[in-house]
Structures are given as C-alpha cells and as structure tokens.
C-alpha cells in the first residue's frame, strides 16, 4: 500500500492545475508498480516456481488518499520438451 504525503499531494495538485502529465503521481504508480511485481516474483520463486503465467494488477482504494496496488499470477514450473 502507497500513499502520497501531505506536501506530495499539494504538489500534484498544483501540477493538475496546469494540465498534462502528472509526474508526481506517475511516479507513485510505477513505483508501486515495481514493488507488486518484485513481491510477485519472490513470491514464486519461495515456491520454486520459474515462472508466471496469467499475470495481472489490481488496485484498490483501501481509503481517500491511500491505494493498495497487487500482483496477481500463476506461479509455474517450466521445463523445456526434448
């Protein structure tokens, strides 16, 4: 779960204000991002998996100003044919 401090918020506000990207909140978004498919990998990798397949995001928000963002996939075993 991720959220946006007290000045990180003005400051995105003040951004929407001119339109266009909001790099602020962007880089919120990939950096939580990240942080879901890096917890997704070692995850699977616990279970000695080598793979996922069937991957995808969700977020949700948990309250106003605080989102939760998750990795969802199926962790596989992938061995090559002969």
């Given at each position: 779960?991720?959220?946006?401090?007290?000045?990180g918020n003005i400051?995105?506000?003040?951004?929407?204000?001119?339109?266009?990207?909001?790099?602020?909140?962007?880089?919120?978004?990939?950096?939580?991002?990240?942080?879901?498919?890096?917890?997704?990998?070692?995850?699977?990798?616990?279970?000695?998996?080598?793979?996922?397949?069937?991957?995808?995001?969700?977020?949700?928000?948990i309250m106003q100003?605080?989102?939760?963002?998750?990795?969802?996939?199926?962790?596989?075993?992938?061995?090559?044919?002969?």
């Open positions: 779960m991720r959220s946006r401090s007290a000045l400051a995105g506000g003040f951004q929407s204000l001119f339109g266009g990207r909001l790099s602020i909140y962007v880089e919120l978004c990939e950096n939580s991002r990240e942080e879901a498919y890096r917890l997704l990998m070692q995850h699977a990798q616990a279970l000695g998996a080598n793979a996922i397949i069937n991957m995808r995001y969700d977020a949700n928000e100003g605080v989102t939760e963002v998750l990795a969802y996939g199926t962790a596989v075993v992938v061995e090559k044919l002969n």
